[in-house]
């Protein structure tokens, strides 16, 4: 691996993305949709510029935009091998704002950059990622109405117990997204084509809900955080959310 | 903005409305999916939204700028009908503008309302704020 951008180092996407996922035993449309790359607990790490697997060069870039997940091939998608771009409608769907966004692009091609001069930062397992996030939220959403609304800032009750809750979810789970709430709290949401499970921590309260859209089954909880993940949550997450 | 201004709202919210919840942060609409915190009541039980059918896009930005934020990312756009099916109602108070309404009666139970935010998260849909 010589770190260059020449098409020879890439076999093609979609046998990156499958090495990948089976080296990791991830879910190849989590890894596919820029989201953050890792199931919950497994020993893949993330690199803040790139890490080589199998051969081949992921960036995981913190840009000016989102924390995202880059392969070289995407660079490949946008540009023909003279370096001029590509016809827009050649492009995955997924990856068509990138075409247009100078700030992702130059993000992009810095994170390959920094990792063929070998300046990678180690932002820790997914777990550890999650709760910087929680602590960046905490941080900046510290004022009355940070959503344009009538939020009141996230209360330091809300961001312990999503801190411990984090530290509960069961290893080798898919990955979530969390969000600040308007109510000083916090909300995960896990979410796929049929189903979803989303959970809401207010303060020391957590509420949990799952659909399953075909199936129409619906579960939901609500108790007092007492050091442990609800029960019904828990099953949940392991029997719908397992990769 | 005047060529941009579209018919004044009547008195009561339609069911066949459209109506925007504006979003400041690409974290509640990120991948294509609208994370149920979206339609999350501020602690007066409220859901702030305005009442864009027939509006221009141009016009609803132009709203979004003056009267809510200039820093919005994009917004949540759901129909009328689907707020009122889960027992919700309006009160399209016009403040601070003619097209704002509140969406209230919000469920007090906790879990019930999450599942609400989820149903409704899932049948809207996303709009981008244009470059």
Not at chain 1, 62 to 82: A, C, D, R, V, W
Not at chain 1, 88 to 112: C, D, I, T
């Amino acid at each position: 691996m010589n770190g260059t951008l020449d098409a020879n180092t890439i076999i093609n996407r979609n046998n990156f993305l499958s090495t990948l996922a089976t080296q990791q035993q991830t879910d190849i449309s989590q890894i596919s949709s820029y989201g953050r790359t890792n199931a919950i607990g497994n020993d893949y790490k993330f690199k803040s510029a790139a890490k080589l697997i199998g051969g081949m060069t992921l960036a995981f870039y913190i840009g000016s935009i989102q924390p995202q997940f880059f392969g070289k091939t995407m660079l490949q998608n946008l540009y023909t091998e003279n370096g001029e771009k590509k016809n827009f409608a050649h492009l995955p769907v997924r990856e068509q704002w990138l075409h247009n966004n100078k700030a992702a692009l130059e993000s992009v091609k810095k994170g390959l950059e920094d990792s063929y001069q070998g300046r990678v930062h180690y932002l820790g397992d997914f777990s550890q990622y999650l709760k910087n996030l929680v602590h960046d939220y905490f941080e900046s959403r510290n004022n009355e109405g940070w959503d344009g609304y009538d939020a009141v800032p996230l209360t330091e009750v809300s961001k312990n117990t999503v801190l411990a809750l984090i530290g509960l979810l069961p290893q080798g789970i898919k990955q979530t997204e969390i969000v600040p709430t308007p109510s000083g709290g916090f909300g995960f949401d896990w979410t796929e084509a049929d189903k979803i499970l989303s959970i809401d921590v207010e303060n020391a309260e957590v509420s949990w809900s799952f659909i399953n859209w075909e199936t129409k089954q619906k579960q939901s909880g609500y108790e007092l955080y007492k050091g442990n993940l609800p029960s019904g949550l828990k099953e949940v997450l392991i029997r719908e959310f397992a990769v | 903005m005047n060529k941009l201004r579209c018919v004044h709202p009547r008195h009561y919210v339609d069911k066949q409305e459209k109506l925007s919840r504006f979003v400041t942060d690409f974290e509640y609409i990120k991948n294509g999916n609208i994370n149920q915190s979206v339609f999350k009541a501020d602690k007066s039980n409220t859901l702030s939204v305005y009442r864009t059918t027939r509006c221009k896009p141009k016009y609803i930005w132009y709203l979004c700028e003056t009267y809510f934020n200039a820093q919005a990312v994009g917004r949540v756009e759901i129909l009328a009908a689907d707020i009122l099916e889960k027992g919700l109602d309006f009160n399209p108070d016009g403040k601070p503008h003619t097209r704002h309404a509140n969406i209230i009666k919000w469920n007090t139970n906790k879990p019930d309302d999450l599942r609400i935010r989820q149903e409704l998260a899932r049948v809207s849909k996303i709009f981008r704020r244009p470059e």
